[in-house]
């Protein structure tokens, strides 16, 4: 069973910044995809950012202020957030696929608040 333990949240001011580390489990080089998602206070939760098969997207709204990465070495996948905004406050989660199953971890919460 892999798991994945997400950590690096906290409470930020707008305008300040968080990494966001997830570390697995077990070696992370056969997943096809990773990637972040988060939940806002009573929404549904989003993709924010992923890598799939070395390929990267992102959500509008974090373009050009989140940036995602994988270490293969320390079967990490990060997600440095840069010019947090109060919107940015959610649970964010780390999600993992491998030959066709879904792992998630736990969350970890970043609140941006003056």
């Known amino acids: 069973q892999v798991q994945l333990v997400e950590s690096g949240g906290g409470l930020v001011q707008p305008g300040g910044s968080l990494t966001l580390s997830c570390a697995a489990s077990?070696?992370?080089?056969?997943?096809?995809?990773m990637g972040w998602y988060r939940q806002p206070p009573g929404q549904e939760r989003e993709l924010v950012a992923h890598i799939v098969n070395g390929v990267i997207n992102y959500i509008e709204s974090v373009k050009g202020r989140f940036t995602i990465s994988r270490d293969n070495a320390k079967n990490t996948i990060n997600l440095q957030m840069n010019n947090l905004k109060p919107e940015d406050t959610a649970v964010y989660y780390c999600?993992?696929?491998?030959?066709?199953?879904?792992?998630w971890g736990k969350g970890t919460l970043v609140t941006v608040s003056s």
């Open positions: 077990t070696s992370i080089r056969t997943f096809y995809r």
């Open positions: 999600k993992a696929e491998q030959y066709g199953i879904s792992y």
